[in-house]
């Protein structure tokens, strides 16, 4: 094993992955969005799975992927074997998709050393690195401790707020076909519309076949939406691909940055039209 490592980008490459793999204090998650255990499917090596959905959501909340109490998050942390000092790097099956939500879900408890594996395990498979059946964790619990950092996310009266009284540039990170209108809603029985306020900028523009684009191009697309030194909530579907804005602005040198963690399946569930 090679000595323990921190992380100081909020992503990395398939290449640093590899060539850091066997790290002390290394721990790859896999934070695809509903994914269960199936020994038929392929990981990286030595892959945690991270259940959004079932372990580090909000059951008792009717809206999907609930922000997790601090509680909740430490015990299941832990139960992935993660410990204070780990270095976590988080994929997805889809590039960047749901891998974002973890990244910053870390973060919004207070926990830095992390990062998005650029790409996901699309971008590993491509690159022709090694992979293994997919396998339950089942070693020591680990020692992580969570600390809630409130800004991080916002809920519903927060951002009725913001709305109302333009505290915050509110970026809708859904397509624009959603945001305009134009075509309904995933969820079944959720009204179209958008957030009073909002802009909108899709997830995907930030993206090319699921891998961040370069910087430069990152901060031309909030150029024209957001001054460096503004605050942001954002906001997507349910709180996933909020995220991926979250990861591009910081990237991109935005600093006051948030996730509306109920986004439009809420307030298009509380707010009539």
């Not at 609930?66 to 988080?90: D, M, T, Y």
Request: hydrophobic content about 40%; aromatic content about 10%; proline content about 4%.
């Amino acid at each position: 094993m090679k000595a323990n490592i921190s992380i100081t980008d909020p992503i990395v490459s398939v290449e640093w992955l590899e060539s850091h793999r066997n790290s002390e204090n290394l721990i790859i998650l896999d934070g695809s969005i509903n994914k269960v255990f199936d020994a038929a499917l392929k990981q990286i090596p030595n892959t945690r799975l991270f259940d959004i959905k079932k372990k580090f959501s909000d059951l008792s909340n009717e809206f999907p992927s609930a922000f997790p109490s601090e509680e909740q998050f430490q015990k299941e942390a832990q139960n992935l074997g993660i410990n204070n000092n780990s270095a976590i790097v988080v994929y997805d099956d889809k590039g960047i998709y749901s891998s974002a939500r973890v990244w910053w879900l870390f973060k919004a408890f207070g926990y830095t050393n992390v990062a998005v594996l650029n790409g996901g395990f699309p971008a590993w498979l491509k690159a022709e690195l090694p992979t293994e059946t997919m396998t339950n964790y089942t070693g020591e619990k680990g020692d992580f401790t969570a600390k809630l950092q409130p800004d991080f996310m916002q809920f519903f009266n927060d951002v009725k707020a913001a709305s109302k009284n333009k505290t915050h540039t509110i970026i809708d990170a859904r397509s624009a076909g959603r945001y305009n209108c134009e075509v309904l809603e995933p969820r079944e029985g959720l009204r179209m519309g958008t957030i009073p306020n909002s802009v909108n900028l899709p997830f995907t523009d930030l993206l090319i076949d699921g891998v961040l684009k370069p910087r430069v191009e990152l901060e031309k697309a909030f150029y024209m939406l957001a001054e460096k030194d503004d605050a942001i909530i954002f906001s997507c579907g349910s709180g996933l691909t909020a995220c991926v804005l979250a990861l591009g602005a910081e990237i991109s040198g935005y600093k006051n940055l948030s996730v509306y963690d109920g986004s439009w399946t809420e307030w298009g569930s509380l707010v009539e039209a």
